[in-house]
Antibody, heavy 115, light 107 residues
């Protein structure tokens, strides 16, 4: 059974940092591109960042230079290092497997940016 | 920038009826990279349809997708109360943009 379990969310002040992790199991992690998707309350999901099988990385303009996506295939884990956080970054962050669209999602981890 | 527009915003129907949800994309979708998701309150989205018309693993045949180019449709037949949810379309390539969603209420 495919499982994606996020952790690392929480309350952080504007300008602060957080590191999200996503532990994957039930599939060959290294064979898949992995994405981070966020969803603010009452809004539709928004693609944030992704990392390909070979480690190529992509970001939306709103987080470029502030967020860094990485993966450790030996640990089957995806990461999102978030810095210089802004109130508009507040959302539930989902780890998502990309295969035939977004076929598996984690339960998400809530990031709250507030003073 | 690719923009997805969904209509209607809300759909209120009775059990047993059929729901027809529309998704219009601002640019032609190559290779029909259009997906549909169902999201219930407090849960992550669940993939229903990818490639415009292919059902994801475990999705019942009451859910069907159609369309090409810029206009796509999700049809849900034989509605049940458990189908109450928000449904999003997504261009699952390049920008991975989602539409604003259609809320389906089954009374």
């Amino acid at each position: 059974e495919v499982q994606l379990v996020e952790s690392g969310g929480g309350l952080v002040q504007p300008g602060g940092s957080l590191r999200l992790s996503c532990a994957a199991s039930g599939f060959t992690f290294s064979d898949h591109a992995m994405h981070w998707v966020r969803q603010a309350p009452g809004k539709s999901p928004e693609y944030v960042s992704s990392i390909g099988k070979s480690g190529d990385t992509y970001y939306i303009n709103a987080v470029k230079g502030r967020f860094t996506v990485s993966r450790d295939n030996s640990k089957n884990t995806l990461y999102l290092q978030m810095g210089s956080l802004k109130p508009e970054d507040m959302a539930v962050y989902y780890c998502v497997r990309r295969y035939n669209a977004y076929d598996y999602w984690g339960q998400g981890t809530l990031v709250t940016v507030s003073s | 920038e690719i923009v997805l527009t969904q209509s209607p915003g809300t759909l209120s129907l009775s059990p047993g009826e059929r729901a027809t949800l529309s998704c219009r994309v601002s640019q032609t979708v190559s290779n029909d990279y259009l997906a549909w998701y169902q999201q219930k309150r407090g849960q992550p989205p669940r993939l229903l349809i990818y490639g415009a018309s292919f059902r994801a693993t475990g999705i019942p045949d009451k859910f069907s997708g159609s369309g090409s180019g810029t206009d796509f449709t999700l049809t849900i037949s034989r509605l049940e109360p458990e189908d109450s949810a928000v449904y999003f379309c997504q261009h699952h390539s390049l920008s991975f943009t989602f539409g604003p969603g259609t809320k389906v209420d089954i009374k």
